[in-house]
Antibody
Framework: EVQLVESGGGLVQPGRSLRLSCAASGLTFDDYAMHWVRQAPGKGLEWVSTISWNSGNIGYADSVKGRFTISRDNAKNSLFLQMSSLRPEDTALYYC??????????????WGQGTLVTVSS | QSALTQPPSASGSLGQSVTISCTGTRSDVGGYNYVSWYQQHPGKAPKLMIYEVSKRPSGVPDRFSGSKSGNTASLTVSRLQVEDEADYYCNSYAGSDSLAFGGGTKLTVL
């Protein structure tokens, strides 16, 4: 069974940085693209970023481009999201999610439980 | 990058059918057969119900079906059951390593 466990969320002041991590198990991690998706309180799902199996293809939502960096460590079955210049509108539950194939075109078939990021002074 | 358009709400009676639409453009829904649908119950993570327009993952009841015509994809839930009441989101590949989600549809089972 695929398990995705996010960590690193918390309360952070505007303008500061935060790094999210996702530990994956129950899968051959480097066979799949991975994604970050967020959900603001009471709102819908918003795609944040995607990385292909070998980090060769990476995409970002316009709302985070230039501020967030996605990366992965296939040797450690881990996915990361480095978030900088955080804004109050970045407040959300951040989900780590697994694609159902190795490329960025395939969408998500498994989700973690999320880690909450709150940006507030 | 634009969000896909879904109706905010939909409803159907127990045992009946309901269809939820998801409208995009030829740059996303209309341009690729990578449309997925997710079910989300309150406080829970989303669950994949349909992928690649009309394929059902193992374990998803055949009451759930998907289709696409032009720039609009649709999710049909047949023989509605109480547990189908949830939020539903569509998703599509949008080119250049990007994805797009719909705004979500709250399905009420009457």
């Amino acid at each position: 069974e695929v398990q995705l466990v996010e960590s690193g969320g918390g309360l952070v002041q505007p303008g500061r940085s935060l790094r999210l991590s996702c530990a994956a198990s129950g899968l051959t991690f480097d066979d799949y693209a991975m994604h970050w998706v967020r959900q603001a309180p009471g709102k819908g799902l918003e795609w944040v970023s995607t990385i292909s199996w070998n980090s060769g293809n990476i995409g970002y939502a316009d709302s985070v481009k230039g501020r967030f960096t996605i990366s992965r460590d296939n040797a450690k079955n881990s996915l990361f999201l480095q978030m900088s210049s955080l804004r109050p509108e970045d407040t959300a539950l951040y989900y780590c999610a697994k694609g159902y194939c190795s490329s960025t075109s395939c969408s998500i078939d498994s989700w973690g439980q999320g880690t909450l990021v709150t940006v507030s002074s | 990058q634009s969000a896909l358009t879904q109706p905010p709400s939909a409803s159907g009676s127990l045992g009946q059918s309901v269809t939820i639409s998801c409208t995009g453009t030829r740059s996303d829904v209309g341009g690729y057969n990578y449309v997925s649908w997710y079910q989300q119950h309150p406080g829970k993570a989303p669950k994949l119900m349909i992928y690649e327009v009309s394929k059902r993952p193992s374990g998803v009841p055949d009451r759930f079906s998907g289709s696409k015509s032009g720039n609009t994809a649709s999710l049909t839930v047949s023989r509605l059951q109480v547990e189908d009441e949830a939020d539903y989101y569509c998703n599509s590949y949008a080119g250049s390593d990007s994805l797009a989600f719909g705004g979500g549809t709250k399905l009420t089972v009457l």
